[in-house]
């Protein structure tokens, strides 16, 4: 579960309370405790670079890891994976802005890429509303037919000659726009070779670490999941998610 401190919208976010039935918990602990519930799990750890969040978790009891300065959450999981006495077949990427994300919806993301032996790397998407697919924000995904990335995007996609967010043509207007969801899971052989890639140019220009591994070919699984809430990308968004919580009677 990789977790920064100088996020460039949100600094400290992974430490900002979110308030519950039982009260106010860090999100990086709320996120933290919903991941300890997926069944395919065998361990959760916190990987950060900032003595502030090391101590907030271990404050909570959680598996924490001081990491170096890392390009991205993905290599951040290299580094933490590479300190760790255990060995892995499969690592997930959690994003610690995450607090409502189902356990189930982690155990279809690791199911999917154990079940796609010609992937390395699987992850999630989620139908958006309308309103939300100009949202540079929200990272869009299209898939081809047998359920693998096509590319992702913070731009409208997929994009159509109007430029604007509207229904699929007929006979497709029953498909959505996919939203991608805070979730990574890498075979643990690929990770290893990920961190010493190469940066890629589409990788650069959508600030998407994902696309590196389209770029270099290699198969990326998609799962679709129904899953309403979004991450804390903004402060705003906190009090949907609190409300959520809330609404959810959860501690």
Do not use: W
């Not at 069944?39 to 950060?48: G, I, N, R, S, Y």
């Not at 690592?91 to 356990?103: H, K, S, Y």
């Not at 929200?138 to 509207?166: H, T, W």
């Not at 129904?226 to 990308?233: F, K, R, S, T």
Request: charged share 25%; proline share 8%; glycine share 6%.
């Amino acid at each position: 579960m990789p977790a920064r401190y100088a996020s460039t919208r949100f600094p400290g976010k992974p430490l900002a309370p979110i308030r519950g039935k039982g009260g106010p918990k860090p999100m990086i602990q709320r996120t933290y405790e919903q991941a300890l519930l997926a069944e395919t799990l065998d361990m959760v750890v916190v990987a950060t670079d900032d003595q502030r969040i090391y101590d907030a978790c271990k404050a909570f009891g959680a598996e924490v890891v001081m990491t170096g300065d890392c390009p991205s959450g993905t290599d951040r999981c290299e580094a933490a994976v590479a300190q760790l006495k255990r060995q892995f077949d499969i690592v997930v990427n959690i994003q610690g802005d995450e607090p409502l994300l189902e356990p189930e919806v982690i155990d279809a993301v690791v199911r999917a890429l154990q079940d796609s032996p010609d992937a390395v790397y699987s992850t999630c998407v989620t139908p958006m509303a309308l309103e939300d697919v100009p949202l540079r924000q929200r990272v869009k995904c299209i898939v081809d037919q047998q359920g693998y990335a096509i590319y992702f995007s913070r731009g409208m996609l997929p994009a159509n000659k109007a430029g604007e967010a509207r229904p699929y043509p007929a006979p497709f207007d029953h498909l959505p726009y996919l939203l991608h969801l805070g979730l990574q899971c890498y075979d643990r052989r690929f990770l290893a070779k990920y961190a010493k890639m190469p940066h890629t140019p589409l990788q650069l220009m959508e600030d998407l670490e994902q696309l590196k591994v389209i770029e270099n070919g290699y198969k990326v699984k998609v799962v679709q999941v129904d899953h309403a809430a979004h991450g804390v990308d903004m402060p705003e968004d906190v009090a949907s998610i609190e409300s959520k919580l809330l609404e959810l009677g959860m501690d």
